[in-house]
């Protein structure tokens, strides 16, 4: 083979080449834009939350400025959307007060959600002689004296999206349930069980 015929031979491959790189760039292309298509018509909309209920085993504060809650919550979701699934890969919830967080976070198990499907979840929340930021103490006894008080169930975790066999990337999901809890004289110290009825719909973020 002649030096002439080895370069058109060279120049042949590399347009192959060139032409395959383009055809692969063109594929993947296309299959992303098809995705987007398809997820931009389908428009997801994130799950909804519902705080259904909550049962006061314990709430109650010892000096100087120790909080102790013991309570079981019912929280409920919806997923509003009729051709997408969602899957719950890592939830974690637990109650707060004025943003601090009083609770250990309880592991909600993983779970798959179907169109339009409903699921609920019963965990219990515990908090022993959690130390509250001097700067609540006052806050909280006054809320302690008016019988009310403002508890937050929060929710932290990370959702997938699924359209046929398709399924997207993680997102972060937050979700914020204010529950407003009267507390009777016996909430001082342990005493019998209330169970709150709340209905309240919780603020998403995902």
Excluded at 114 to 138: I, Q
Aim: aromatic share 12%.
């Amino acid at each position: 083979m002649t030096e002439k015929e080895c370069e058109h031979h060279h120049d042949e491959d590399e347009k192959t080449r060139r032409l395959l790189g383009a055809a692969v760039l063109g594929f993947l292309a296309a299959v992303l834009f098809v995705v987007f298509l398809v997820w931009a018509i389908l428009h997801p909309h994130g799950p909804r939350f519902v705080l259904q209920d909550a049962t006061i085993y314990a709430f109650n504060v010892s000096q100087p400025n120790f909080l102790t809650s013991n309570l079981q919550v019912t929280l409920s979701s919806r997923n509003p959307n009729d051709k997408i699934g969602i899957f719950y890969d890592r939830l974690d919830i637990y109650a707060s007060y004025r943003n601090q967080q009083v609770t250990l976070a309880t592991l909600l198990p993983a779970t798959y959600q179907g169109h339009l499907d409903v699921t609920v979840w019963s965990p219990f929340l515990y908090g022993t002689s959690v130390p509250v930021a001097p700067y609540f103490s006052p806050a909280l006894s006054q809320d302690l004296m008016a019988g009310m008080v403002l508890l937050n169930i929060k929710v932290d975790g990370w959702v997938r999206w699924k359209v046929g066999s398709w399924i997207s990337g993680r997102y972060r999901l937050h979700v914020n349930c204010p529950a407003y809890i009267t507390l009777g004289g016996h909430f001082t110290g342990d005493g019998p069980a209330v169970k709150y009825q709340l209905v309240q719909r919780c603020g998403v973020d995902v």
